[in-house]
């Protein structure tokens, strides 16, 4: 039910607490502590900001997974998500999002009176979430763009190379007629199409044999 401006109020309370200031508790003096560099220091020490909002079920339209980009590029201190809405979906997204704390209500019986059983999770519903929280935090990587070690024991079988799409004489000159990119890749790249065109055969080859 906040706007940034109070979150950064009430971070500014944090931050003078977290310093054990003896001067009065005032705005101001709140907000030079958020504005310290030893504030910012101890905030980032102790502090994760959680989006929620405060509905029960939250309509999925309303949960604004993106408002953890904005409380993260606006403060620089780690984000999660305080989940009211129904399911498992939204957490996991969260994850995927980079939340780093998960709060989400459990119960015995989501019949139970009042408002929160609602918008909670039985126990088997929890062990649910927490496993896709996990998969989607393996599945996440590191970012670097390069083959997996499985991707690597496939690549002989999954990947393209160049071969004879009929039968070539030697000295035939190869193009768009005589070449196809078929699997497996033990040959040459289908990349190298464009300098083969044109060149003859060095041998005789097969139907899809690949070519050197």
């Given at each position: 039910?906040?706007?940034?401006a109070e979150i950064e109020a009430a971070l500014g309370v944090l931050a003078f607490g977290l310093l054990g200031l003896s001067r009065q508790p005032l705005r101001a003096n709140f907000a030079?502590?958020?504005n310290s560099a030893s504030g910012q220091r101890r905030l980032r020490e102790k502090v994760v900001i959680l989006q929620c909002v405060t509905d029960y079920p939250t309509p999925f339209e309303d949960v604004n997974?993106?408002?953890?980009?904005?409380l993260r590029a606006t403060f620089h201190l780690p984000v999660g998500l305080s989940d009211h809405s129904t399911g498992i979906a939204v957490p996991i997204a969260a994850a995927a999002r980079g939340a780093c704390v998960i709060e989400k209500h459990v119960t015995l019986d989501r019949n139970l009176s009042g408002p929160d059983h609602r918008a909670s999770l039985e126990p088997t519903e929890f062990a649910a979430?927490?496993?896709g929280i996990r998969q989607v935090e393996a599945a996440l990587g590191d970012g670097i763009k390069q083959p997996t070690a499985s991707e690597l024991r496939n690549g002989s079988v999954a990947r393209k190379s160049l071969v004879a799409a009929r039968a070539i004489?030697?000295?035939e000159r190869y193009s768009a007629r005589n070449l196809v990119a078929k699997r497996a890749g033990r040959g040459r790249s289908p990349m190298d199409f464009w300098d083969l065109a044109g060149t003859k055969?060095?041998?005789q080859l097969?139907?899809?044999e690949p070519v050197a």
């Open positions: 039910m906040s706007v940034l030079q502590a958020f997974l993106r408002a953890m980009d904005t979430m927490v496993a004489a030697k000295g055969a060095p041998r097969r139907k899809d």
